[in-house]
Every structure is written in C-alpha cells, then in structure tokens.
C-alpha cells in the first residue's frame, strides 16, 4: 500500500471530501471506520487537513467507499491523494461542488493574491460582465448550462462577505479594463464595479499600465491563495491556483509557491500604486461614456 506525502492544500482538499461525504450519508466517524475496516483515529486523522503525516491512497478509498461515494468523487479524491508531488488537475463536471478545490481552498484561506492578464477575476466580475465571458468561451454550451456557470460564479463571490473578511490583492493588466467585453454598457458597469469594490479595506486593486513594459507574469494568471498562523504552524497553508479553459492546476509545493509569490510581489512593485490605479481605472470607464 503506497503512502504519499501530501501537502496542506492537498490534505485539505482531501479532509473536506470525506467530511462531506460522511455527513451526506449521516454515519459517525465509528460507522464510517467499521465500514472501511479501520479505527476511528484514521478517519479522525484523515479528516483533519493540519495532520502532516503520510496519507495512503487506498485509505482514503476505503473511507470514501464507506460513505457511499460514487466512482466519480472516489476518483476524484484518490487522484488528488496520489498526485501530490507534481500538482494536481480538477476538471470533471462529474465531481460534486464541494469538491471543487476553490471553494474549500477560500472557505479557508485568509488571502488572495491575483493577477489576471486577460479578463478581470470572478471574485471582482459583475453578472453581465460573467455572463458575456462565458458566452464567449462556451460557444456550444446550451443557455441554461452557461446560466448555471455564472450562478457558480457569483455565488462563490459570497466568501467576499464572510467574517473574518478575506482580504484580495489583484494586479490586473491595463489590457484587462481597456477590452470591451459584451459591449460598452457592459464594460462602464463592469469598471463602476470594480472601482467600488476598491474602496473596501480589504481588497487592493493595482493597475499594471502599459508603459510598465514586459512584467513578471508574462506567462499568465494565476491566484495565490494562502493563510498564515504563525502560533500554530500547522494551520498555515498556501497554494497556487492556475486556471486554463477546462480545468485548473493546482500546486502546493513550497518550492512553487515560493516562485509564484515572488512573482506576485515584482507585479506589485511594477504596477501602479492603488491611488494611481484609480486614477487609471476612471480615465478608461470615461474614455467608454465619449465612444
């Protein structure tokens, strides 16, 4: 039986899979360990995402099959159990919202750190501006899914009203508030929006202009997303999130994320300060009222 070193961001992806499973079906952790033919400090242990320990795979399985997961969710979860060492893929609309890693990654996470070259992030997006974005990329989804994508999105966009507050610093290309996105009312709307969510204390929004030249994140976006306990080590965790069209990278090797927080502090001294974002920010949503 393989045993892999999984980390936080894994172990928590991992512990909010079996937990939700486990309430689903309405069994205790005794039940589910009787089941699964191990003791109840393993389920205990597995459900707890601060446990630094080596995790088997076919462990996690057991517990999962316990709790009457379907092959999908089981696959999901030991997939995320093995591939530790060089990330791991979601993208299976087959695997239940509680599954999806960014929400269990930001009903945890203290921060978020984004940068978006292309669109602005969903977290900051309006539902026109959400609703023209997926129409353009799901140009052969059916109207009710494409509504079903933009209702995810902006309910996710909840965790920005949770207490305590999760505090988002974005770093968006000039590019990313100049493209009209939908059409010309969508976009003033949209840059309204975001100039209002600036003036919240817990979200900071710079402006990467043009003449900043080549940047550090020319490769594309990504989000950070982390919290730090500095009394209890074991609660800090950080991972780095790369979205793509279908599916989303995730990585939590000390090493990547070390990279892309570095990354992430050159965009911030490259971009214009918050006060001179606005500025920018209001130059463009006027230039959109004169076309």
Same mark, same amino acid.
């Given at each position: 039986?393989?045993?892999?070193?999984?980390?936080?961001?894994?172990?928590?992806?991992?512990? +909010?899979?079996?937990?939700?499973?486990?309430?689903?079906?309405?069994?205790? @952790?005794?039940?589910? !360990?009787? #089941?699964?033919?191990?003791?109840?400090?393993?389920?205990?242990?597995?459900?707890?995402?601060?446990? #630094?320990? /080596?995790?088997?795979?076919?462990?996690?399985?057991?517990?999962?099959?316990? $709790?009457?997961?379907?092959?999908?969710? $089981?696959?999901?979860?030991? /997939?995320?159990?093995?591939?530790?060492?060089?990330?791991?893929? *979601?993208?299976?609309?087959?695997? =239940?919202?509680?599954?999806?890693?960014?929400?269990?990654?930001?009903?945890?996470?203290?921060?978020?750190?984004?940068?978006?070259?292309?669109?602005?992030?969903?977290?900051? @997006?309006? /539902?026109?501006?959400?609703?023209?974005? &997926?129409?353009?990329?799901?140009?052969?989804?059916?109207?009710?899914?494409?509504?079903?994508?933009?209702?995810? #999105?902006?309910? +996710?966009?909840?965790?920005?009203?949770?207490?305590? =507050?999760?505090?988002?610093?974005? *770093?968006?290309?000039?590019?990313?508030?100049? +493209?009209?996105?939908?059409?010309?009312?969508?976009?003033?709307?949209?840059?309204?929006?975001?100039?209002?969510?600036?003036?919240?204390?817990?979200?900071?929004?710079?402006?990467?202009?043009?003449?900043?030249? !080549? &940047?550090?994140?020319?490769?594309?976006?990504?989000?950070?997303?982390? #919290?730090?306990?500095?009394?209890? =080590?074991?609660?800090?965790?950080?991972?780095?999130?790369?979205?793509?069209?279908?599916?989303?990278?995730?990585?939590?090797?000390?090493?990547?994320?070390?990279?892309?927080?570095?990354?992430?502090?050159?965009?911030?001294?490259?971009?214009?300060?918050?006060? !001179?974002?606005?500025? %920018?920010?209001?130059?463009?949503? @006027?230039? %959109?009222?004169?076309?």
């Amino acid at each position: 039986m393989t045993a892999t070193l999984t980390g936080p961001a894994g172990r928590m992806q991992i512990a +909010r899979g079996l937990i939700s499973l486990r309430e689903r079906c309405g069994l205790t @952790q005794t039940q589910v !360990a009787e #089941r699964a033919g191990v003791s109840k400090a393993t389920v205990s242990r597995y459900e707890m995402w601060q446990d #630094r320990a /080596r995790i088997r795979w076919a462990t996690v399985k057991a517990i999962a099959d316990a $709790c009457e997961a379907s092959a999908s969710e $089981c696959e999901a979860l030991v /997939r995320v159990a093995r591939t530790q060492t060089d990330g791991w893929w *979601v993208g299976n609309s087959a695997v =239940p919202e509680w599954m999806d890693p960014l929400v269990s990654f930001e009903h945890e996470a203290e921060y978020e750190h984004l940068c978006a070259n292309t669109v602005i992030p969903g977290l900051l @997006q309006t /539902r026109e501006y959400a609703l023209a974005i &997926h129409q353009a990329r799901e140009v052969r989804s059916p109207n009710d899914v494409i509504e079903q994508m933009v209702d995810a #999105r902006i309910q +996710r966009q909840g965790i920005l009203r949770r207490e305590p =507050p999760l505090h988002v610093w974005a *770093v968006l290309d000039e590019a990313v508030i100049r +493209r009209t996105v939908g059409n010309s009312g969508v976009m003033a709307q949209q840059l309204d929006h975001l100039y209002e969510m600036a003036q919240s204390p817990t979200i900071e929004i710079q402006i990467l202009p043009f003449k900043a030249g !080549a &940047h550090a994140a020319g490769a594309g976006d990504f989000v950070i997303l982390g #919290r730090n306990d500095e009394r209890n =080590p074991l609660n800090s965790m950080a991972v780095v999130y790369i979205e793509m069209r279908r599916r989303g990278l995730y990585l939590d090797e000390a090493e990547d994320v070390s990279g892309y927080k570095l990354t992430f502090d050159y965009l911030r001294s490259q971009a214009a300060d918050t006060s !001179a974002s606005l500025r %920018l920010l209001t130059k463009v949503r @006027q230039e %959109l009222s004169h076309d």
